[in-house]
């Protein structure tokens, strides 16, 4: 009954700017922490951000400075505005329960940067 769609992914130029949704329900959302994930194509799924539920963010070295995480915990959904695009960003990106949950996987949203 827990679901997490992802939604926002598309083509972009390097230098470009998309922003993710996760939009959830069957979970207590406002009760807990949320990240963003990515697998890029051959490696493994790594954590790009996650938010607390009190608002404390927190980035990978690679995104930081680019990357913002933010919730609307009224509306069930995290974002993550992505700007100043590069190659090494491409990847399907998924968000999760931060720790992740196996279960709640889903089918995440592919985001792919040109050069």
């Known amino acids: 009954q827990v679901q997490l769609v992802e939604s926002g992914g598309g083509l972009v130029q390097a230098g470009g700017s998309l922003r993710l949704s996760c939009a959830t329900s069957?979970?207590?959302?406002?009760?807990?922490?949320m990240g963003w994930y990515r697998q890029p194509p051959g490696k493994q799924r790594e954590l790009v951000a996650r938010?607390?539920?009190?608002?404390?963010?927190n980035y990978a070295d690679s995104v930081k400075g680019r990357f913002t995480i933010s919730r609307d915990n009224a509306k069930n959904t995290v974002y993550l505005q992505m700007n100043s695009l590069k190659p090494e960003d491409t990847a399907v990106y998924y968000c999760?329960?931060?720790?992740?949950?196996?279960?709640?996987w889903g089918q995440g949203t592919q985001v792919t940067v040109s050069s």
């Open positions: 938010i607390r539920n009190g608002g404390v963010t």
């Open positions: 999760n329960t931060y720790p992740y949950k196996y279960e709640y």
């Open positions: 069957g979970i207590t959302f406002s009760i807990y922490a």
